[in-house]
């Protein structure tokens, strides 16, 4: 059974940092694509960043540079590095997994999805 446990959400002021985690579980693919999606109350959920299991890496172009996901492959642990957060980014984040080499930030791409953590910018 997939499992996807986010960690790492919280508050924090305009212009700090947070690194989320996604614990993985029972994703035994050789080959994947995992993500991060986030989702605004009354907003669409959206990519912010992607990875796969050859370590390629896709990011929308108004979160490149801010944005870093990375993934230890030892610890099965995936990692979104958040710098100089906006207000904006305030959202509930997920975590995704698919079994296919493509890193993808489209929602329908992947099949396993976390439960989220909250992350709220404040000004």
């Known amino acids: 059974q997939v499992q996807l446990e986010e960690s790492g959400g919280g508050s924090v002021q305009a212009g700090g940092s947070l690194r989320l985690s996604c614990a993985v579980s029972?994703?035994?693919?050789?080959?994947?694509?995992m993500a991060w999606f986030r989702q605004a109350p009354g907003k669409e959920r959206e990519g912010v960043a992607a990875i796969d299991s050859d370590g390629v890496t896709n990011y929308p172009p108004t979160l490149q540079g801010r944005f870093t996901i990375s993934k230890d492959n030892a610890k099965n642990i995936l990692y979104l590095q958040m710098n100089s957060l906006k207000t904006e980014d305030t959202a509930m984040y997920y975590c995704?997994?698919?079994?296919?080499?493509?890193?993808?930030?489209?929602?329908?791409?992947?099949?396993?999805w976390g439960q989220g953590t909250q992350v709220t910018v404040s000004s």
């Open positions: 029972g994703f035994t693919s050789r080959t994947y694509a």
């Open positions: 995704a997994a698919e079994r296919a080499r493509l890193p993808s930030l489209q929602v329908g791409w992947y099949e396993f």
